[in-house]
């Protein structure tokens, strides 16, 4: 669902979905009919920035992140009027003046089967903070160079009956992003939405020629900080205990990054064919399967610091939740020594 103009709830209706262009894709190739490095095409962006939030019984904490994420997106990434400047200096790339004339945003909220008020929520926070579109061209010297797409900011909502887990929310939403840059954030606003730009500099600059990044937010640069030293013995030992298990049981370059769980990772549109199609985890242990089918397929990843703030009403369970990412951990790499995740 969005919210129309006139401030009203759209009917429930299927979102864009590159995915479905993916499996035809595949099918062709499959058949011989496309070479099969062509079956990784992905559709053309329609804005510059998608968020995905995934979320789950969110109503108390989910209104402070729209406002954070809203006046972000709409300052960097809003259409103003202006003209997109074609630079491939970092500054601009980070505030969507890149090459591509394509600006603006959407943001999806996939609501992971709540059972509150999370979708009235945000549907009324969409009604009241309604961005409009970018006005139309007077005449012929106040038009772009190049076509651009007029799209407002958008929030739209998807709406699971049963929850599968914060992977498999994420890994819906994504599957239906339409930006040339996909973030995934968490409902609590725990990231600081102004270090945005800093993942867009940083796949930016990762990217290989195919256009594929990951940028993989982190907090490692926190440790010793407050932030940490402040949480309860138990849960700094098993962080510990869980960052050794990454070490010894993920592939090479995942095993080198040190904050694989930062729920705030910044994908290139041209890298989602190659990591969201093959997510089978829907749990906490997601954000390692996509590194490393990012790692498999040879996509570049670059760590970059950001900020970040404990926010109270987490629905981790410190000992079960560790339990079960130790076990999904385990699975993992059982998995992937057998081959299940081979693309052939």
């Not at 909220?109 to 008020?117: A, E, L, Q, T, Y």
């Not at 799209?151 to 998807?158: E, L, Y």
């Not at 370059?253 to 910044?266: E, P, S, V, Y």
Request: hydrophobic content about 40%; some cysteine; charged content about 25%.
């Amino acid at each position: 669902m969005t919210v129309q103009a006139n401030g009203k709830p759209s009917q429930p209706q299927p979102l864009p979905c590159w995915y479905d262009n993916y499996v035809a894709l595949q099918e062709m190739a499959r058949r011989g009919q496309i070479p099969q490095e062509e079956a990784y095409q992905v559709t053309d962006a329609e804005v510059f920035m998608s968020l995905v939030v995934p979320a789950y019984n969110e109503q108390d904490r989910i209104p402070g992140m729209l406002e954070e994420a809203v006046e972000y997106l709409e300052q960097q990434y809003g259409h103003h009027g202006t003209k997109s400047k074609s630079s491939s200096n970092g500054s601009l790339q980070a505030s969507g003046r890149q090459a591509d004339p394509r600006r603006g945003w959407e943001i999806i909220i996939v609501s992971d089967g709540s059972r509150d008020k999370t979708v009235e929520i945000v549907l009324d926070f969409a009604r009241t903070h309604y961005v409009k579109p970018a006005p139309t061209p007077k005449g012929p010297w106040d038009r772009p160079s190049k076509p651009t797409t007029i799209t407002p900011g958008a929030i739209r909502i998807v709406q699971l009956e049963q929850n599968r887990g914060k992977g498999g929310a994420v890994t819906h939403g994504m599957r239906h992003a339409r930006g040339q840059y996909v973030v995934f954030a968490d409902a609590d606003g725990a990231s600081k939405f102004s270090d945005l730009g800093k993942l867009v500099v940083g796949s930016e600059k990762a990217k290989d020629k195919l256009g594929r990044a990951v940028a993989v937010g982190s907090r490692a640069h926190m440790v010793g900080t407050d932030a940490v030293v402040k949480r309860s013995r138990l849960r700094n030992l098993l962080m510990r205990a869980f960052h050794l298990g990454i070490w010894l049981l993920t592939t090479e370059r995942t095993a080198q990054i040190k904050d694989t769980q930062c729920g705030f990772k910044l994908f290139t549109r041209p890298a989602l064919p190659y990591i969201i199609p093959y997510m089978h985890s829907e749990g906490w242990i997601f954000d390692v399967e996509m590194l490393m089918l990012a790692e498999s397929a040879e996509i570049p990843m670059v760590e970059v610091p950001v900020g970040w703030k404990e926010v109270t009403g987490s629905k981790l369970n410190v000992v079960k939740d560790s339990i079960g990412m130790a076990v999904g951990l385990g699975l993992l790499r059982i998995c992937w020594g057998a081959g299940i995740y081979s693309r052939e």
